[in-house]
């Protein structure tokens, strides 16, 4: 109860007592907050000791902690008053206040800190009066909760690859509060590099010529790697955060463009030739055309092998080399085998010319559709159409050894009367016998697994060895018979010894020497070089392929 007051106070006491009550009869019901208000007007109007301890155990009760705190504080600076028996009274509340007044500066507030992404480290700092950071109190991971005094913090964040963020707080007496911050990602940075150098496009936007240093947003992007006569490369990247220097490197593959102009070109050279020979008559034809008039083959032979080559050049922008190589293959085969089904069945006359050119369409027609079904690799493609070309070149060889004993089945500067068919039958035979051999050869593992470049060694060393042979038995024959008839029919054999030599030998050192001798184009990997070492992973019959495990992503 409020004391008597002196006269001309009765009315605010009256109404100070009234919300006393009203006051009291809330906080015995638990609804604290109209306890609130009523002790609040009642202390406004009659400030009593008994009023404000009430007030201060209202907001300890709404978990308003400061304000209880500071309610406490001026009660306990209040004065005892002179009835003995409400000065005994209030000490009794001056102790309990005390107690209560301990146990509220003692509760911690509760900082619950967050992120996204989570897991970040997180540090509490306490910060002075002119707003610098101290030494972290706490710190620890996100979601975490912390528990510190009350004051004024600021939360450091922290993430690798991310860039840092922080938040300024004041924590309050048993304040609970909740943090969560956004972090935002640094752009990752990345090293790439092709062989040859190329031009590198990310998502369409030219980024400038390989070998590529700099810093990409994360995220899914695409990349471009462009380089005139290779393959257009396209590569999925996937960038997640982190620290490290991503390192790529991607070997370019070369297109067929280069075999495609050569072979357009000899393809156009070739039609050229059959469109003059058609316009000649059976007296006056390319095989006894006088050497005066030789520029007439050749106009008709340089033109449209420009434009073959012009269009085989653009057919072949983005042909893969296997393909190109497998179309030029099996179009020349296809030529030859229709060459010699001609020249068997009429040397005489134009089917030879006619046949080679259907030939050629059919075989080339033939070799996009095996490209198109079973895409074989450079390698085994390389080694059917080496297979075929030396078949051919020993047909070629056996008929040059028939016109030797038959000079009147010649074709230059002899008349088309006195041909006959042996030589057309002994390229069509030679021809298709490589052709199966040269399937058979590029199923075996040892002969498969060779690499376009590995071929190449081989080939040449059939050349040499063909003209080794060729050029002792010539020089043995003529020093022996004095003709050069009879040092041709011993160079011929020797020749053809000599290729089989040189091809044999050749092989087996290319497979001795350099069993794994690496050709661009063969593969087109992309990887990230990561350190401290990389390693070397089976890739199936073509050998061994560079590989490395990704740290954050990969292509």
């Known amino acids: 109860m409020l004391p008597d007051a002196a006269h001309g ?172 911050r956004q972090l935002k990602a640094r752009p990752r940075s990345l090293r790439i590099e092709t062989t040859p150098p190329a031009k590198l496009f990310l998502d369409d936007r030219l980024l400038g010529q390989t070998p590529f240093v700099g810093s990409v947003e994360l995220g899914s992007h695409r990349l471009r790697i462009e ?58 034809n390319i095989e006894n055309m006088p050497v005066r008039e030789i520029y007439k083959p050749l106009i008709a032979a340089a033109l449209p092998a420009v434009v073959g080559a012009t269009v085989a050049g653009l057919a072949g922008w983005e042909m893969p080399l296997s393909e190109a190589q497998l179309l030029i293959g099996s179009g020349a085969w296809g030529t030859l085998v229709g060459f010699g089904v001609g020249l068997g069945a009429q040397p005489q006359w134009l089917l030879p010319h006619v046949l080679s050119v259907g030939g050629g369409l059919v075989g080339g027609t033939v070799g996009m559709a095996i490209w198109r079904l079973a895409k074989p690799r450079s390698g085994p493609v390389a080694v059917w159409n080496s ?23 010649t074709f230059l500067g002899r008349p088309p009367d006195g041909r006959t068919g042996e030589g057309g039958w002994a390229m069509l035979g030679s021809t298709v016998l490589g052709l199966g051999l040269g399937i058979g050869l590029a199923h075996i593992p040892q002969f498969g697994n060779l690499t376009r470049r590995q071929i190449a060694y081989v080939d040449l060393g059939g050349l040499v060895g063909g003209l080794a042979g060729g050029m002792l038995g010539l020089g043995a024959g003529y020093g022996y018979a004095r003709d050069w008839m009879d040092a041709t029919r011993i160079a011929i054999p020797s020749a053809m010894a000599g290729i089989g030599v040189g091809l044999l030998s050749s092989a087996l050192l290319v497979r001795r020497l350099v069993p794994n001798l690496p050709i661009a184009g063969d593969t087109g990997t992309l990887i990230e070089l990561k350190s401290p070492s990389l390693s070397f992973v089976p890739a199936g019959p073509s050998g061994m392929t560079l590989s490395a495990t990704m740290l954050d992503g990969r292509f």
């Not at 500066?105 to 002119?130: F, W």
Request: proline share 6%; charged share 20%; no cysteine.
């Open 9 to 180: 106070d009765s009315t605010p006491r009256e109404t100070a007592a009234s919300e006393f009550e009203s006051a009291h009869r809330a906080f015995e019901s638990g609804d604290y907050e109209k306890a609130q208000k009523h002790y609040a007007r009642a202390y406004q109007l009659v400030p009593h000791p008994s009023t404000l301890y009430n007030l201060a155990l209202t907001h300890e009760r709404l978990l308003e902690y400061e304000a209880a705190v500071q309610a406490f504080e001026q009660f306990l600076a209040m004065p005892l008053t002179e009835d003995a028996e409400a000065a005994r009274l209030q000490q009794t509340r001056q102790r309990l206040a005390e107690r209560s007044l301990k146990r509220l500066r003692d509760l911690p507030a509760r900082i619950s800190a967050s992120a996204v992404p989570d897991p970040a480290q997180v540090s509490v700092h306490p910060l002075s009066k002119d707003g610098e950071p101290a030494a972290a109190i706490a710190q620890g991971t996100t979601p975490g909760i912390f528990t510190v005094p009350a004051g004024r913090y600021r939360l450091r964040y922290h993430r690798e690859g991310y860039f840092p963020d922080e938040v300024d707080l004041d924590a309050h007496i048993g304040q609970a509060l909740l943090f969560s």
């Open 227 to 284: 380089r005139s006569f290779h393959l257009t490369q396209f590569r999925p990247l996937e960038l997640s955060p982190g620290t490290q220097t991503l390192h790529f490197h991607l070997t370019m593959e070369p297109s067929g463009r280069t075999d495609m102009i050569i072979g357009g070109a000899l393809a156009g050279a070739g039609l050229g030739l059959m469109v003059l020979r058609l316009f000649q008559g059976e007296i006056e």
């Open 387 to 409: 297979t075929v070309l030396w078949s051919a070149h020993l047909g070629a060889l056996s008929w040059a050894y028939v016109i030797t004993r038959k000079p009147e089945a």
